[in-house]
Every structure is written in C-alpha cells, then in structure tokens.
C-alpha cells in the first residue's frame, strides 16, 4: 500500500516539476489566447470565396456536420472522410486553421455547403468554439450538429458501415459519440467525432461552458478545460452519452476465444505506450488456455485476471491507445489516430500487418503519413521534450 501511494506521489511530482519547467512557455500560450480573445471576440470565422454570399439561416432545424481541418496535403484521407459524412445525409461545413489550399478547395467544394478559414490558433476546440457561438449569434439552431476533425484517418473499411448504422439508429438521442475515456484526468466522449441534438444546443450548461472556454494552443489544456468540461458540462445539463464502443464490449470480445486474445497481445506486445511488464503478465496467464492440464475452474480464474488487468489497461490509457487496430478489425471502429507513431503507441513497419484488412490504397497512404512523422527523440530541444511529456504538444 506504501509503496502504490510512493509511487503516485513521486509520479505527481516530477510530472508538476516539469510543468513548472515550462512556465514561461505556458505564459506565453496563455497570453497570446488572452490576447486573441479580447481582440476578436467574435472569432475570426471567414467563408472563402465561392462561399462569400453563403447564408446561414439556411442551417436552422437542419442536420449539419462541422468538420475541422488543418493544413490537408494528402486527398485520399479526405476523400474517404467525405465518403463516410455523405452516408449521413448532413450538410457539411468544412473549416480550416489557417489558409486552405486551392486544390483541396477545387476537389471537395461540391462536398459542402460552406467552406471557411480562422486564424490557426485552439486547435480543433477553437474551431468548435467559434462555429457554435457564431450560430447562436444568427439565431441559428441545428436538428442535430456532429462535430469532428482531421487528427484521424477515417474510414479505413469503405465497405464496414457499423459506425454509420450506429448514428442512423440513435439520430434522435441527444448526446453521441465514438468512443469514452474513463481514466484520468477526467470522464469525457472523445470529441474528434462527437453529436449534439438542438436540446443539447440549447442548454444553459453547454452554453456556458463555449462562452467561457478559453481559446488556447495548449494541448493539455485543450484536454481539461475542452474535453473533460464539455463532457461534464452536458453531463450537469442531464444528458447522457451514447458510446459506438463500450470498454465492455472491447474486453469480452478480446476474451472471447484464443484467437482474439493472441491478436490483441501481438498488438500491444508493440505499444511502447503500455508497461511491457504488464503486457508479459497477460502472456503469461494467456499460456493456461494452451494447456491441456488446465481445469475449467484455472481457466475461469486466468480469464477473471486477464480481464481485470486489461480493464484497468484500458482505464489508464483508452481503448484507441490500447488497441486501435483491434476495434476497427473487430467492432467497425472508423478510425485511426495520425499521432500513433508520434506517441510510440506503434512503429510505422508493423502498420501494414496489423492493418492488413484495411483497404490498400488508404493504408498505403496512412503508411507514408507516419514513416514521415516525427519521433519523439528527435525532439532537438528540452523544451520540446518536457512539452511532449506533459502533454502540451
């Protein structure tokens, strides 16, 4: 019991001792999301030119889709992002941080509605932020608004429509989204896919909360105060999340037979995420299921640890840092995190055998994306080291 609370203790204060390191770096984040916000305090929102005349009366009772982008290079991920929005039959809103190229204007104008730039500044939450308030401002007021972002590819399966299903049939519930973390910091729905219906819109809890959300490059806080807040804040307004994938489901499913359970720790025998020691217990106790010694009653006890060990896996880390060729494989799950190699959740070279069933060509491309991305120790600086470790950048 000492040594878990020694632990704890002694996680917590080298973490804050590297917060403490960056202090003129968080000063000059918070500063500059002052700054912003007392000089444009209605955003900086702008339709780009084929869009000058858009009117967004026009989105009032509607179902729409905001879809946040950052600097897009590659098409075939949007191509196949666009794919997968158009099975809703929402109308589409594509925003940018920063300047949108004029060949991905020209490629997916015809997809939307509306398309837009803002100053490069909160992430995909600053996005969300302005959109939604500058619909509050027209006296604007969706059916129902799914929010969403780039910082995944989509769509991995073109022929899977699970997840598609899953929001036709719960159109009508108030709060959606693709998947929950339970752990710390805090309970919240992902927000890189979340619905919102008009009630939840007009809640004053939801409205406070975009009101007060302070627009910021901080990734951690981005995290706090964005995520984990939005989900609360719904939460205090009485509405509760539907989830595409339980932690449940996920962990039945790995321990359903052999097979399952040796795909799942051939995944995670790669995450230099998780504690490789932990991964080694699971193994282990996997071995009982080959034996053929092994009583119903051994078997019974190994399957109840197996299940509390990845429960509490889960729990720390979220099922799309566990497992994320898993739960597309085995649930639909429609996408894969861009950070993957960037976070050594996985190495680019095992991609293509644990995305052997994705289709080729987008595989191929997500492939290339990540044989480019930086790695965490090429990070030149202390600066960008203690910013990665705490979750800044």
């Known amino acids: 019991m000492f040594k878990k609370i020694y632990h704890i203790l002694k996680e917590k ?68 992002y666009f794919q997968m929005l158009g099975k809703l039959n929402y109308k589409i809103i594509t925003i940018s941080n920063g300047t949108l190229d004029e060949h991905f204007v020209e490629k997916f104008k015809d997809k939307v509605v509306f398309m837009g730039e803002r100053a490069n500044i909160g992430r995909d939450f600053g996005t969300y932020k302005e959109f939604i308030r500058l619909l509050r401002q027209k006296n604007v007021t969706p059916n129902n608004l799914i929010i969403c972002n780039d910082s995944v590819f989509a769509n991995l399966k073109q022929k899977d429509n699970r997840f598609i299903d899953f929001l036709i049939k719960n159109e009508n ?95 995670v025998s790669a995450n230099k995420h998780l504690d490789q020691h932990t991964i080694g217990g699971l193994k282990s106790l996997s071995l009982a299921f080959y034996n053929k010694k092994t009583t119903p009653e051994h078997i019974a006890y190994y399957t109840a640890s197996l299940r509390q060990e990845i429960s509490r896996m889960i729990d720390k880390f979220g099922m799309i840092v566990v497992c994320p060729f898993f739960i597309i494989d085995e649930f639909g799950f429609p996408f894969l995190k861009r950070d993957l190699v960037y976070r050594q959740i996985t190495e680019w070279m095992l991609i293509r055998e644990q995305g052997k069933l994705f289709d080729q060509d987008l595989l191929n491309e997500y492939i290339n994306d990540q044989r480019i991305r930086r790695r965490y120790w090429n990070l030149a600086s202390l600066k960008d080291k203690l910013m990665y470790n705490t979750g800044m950048n």
């Open 173 to 267: 519930e108030d709060f959606a989204g693709v998947a929950e973390y339970m752990g710390k910091p805090g309970y919240h729905v992902q927000s890189y896919f979340l619905k919102f219906s008009h009630n939840v819109l007009k809640a004053p809890n939801f409205i406070k909360f975009w009101d007060n959300f302070l627009i910021c490059d901080d990734r951690r806080l981005n995290i706090h105060n964005g995520e984990i807040k939005l989900s609360e804040s719904i939460l205090k307004d009485g509405f509760k999340p539907v989830v595409f994938l339980s932690t449940d489901n996920v962990i039945n499913t790995i321990l359903k037979n052999k097979e399952t359970l040796q795909k799942f720790l051939i995944e």
């Open 13 to 80: 204060f080298f973490f804050n001792l590297m917060l403490s390191f960056l202090i003129k770096e968080r000063y000059k984040m918070s500063k500059a999301a002052k700054s912003y916000s007392k000089m444009y305090p209605n955003g900086t929102i702008k339709p780009i030119k084929p869009f000058k005349g858009f009117d967004y009366v026009s989105l009032n009772n509607k179902n729409i889709i905001l879809f946040v982008v950052y600097a897009p290079k590659s098409f075939l991920m949007y191509e196949r």
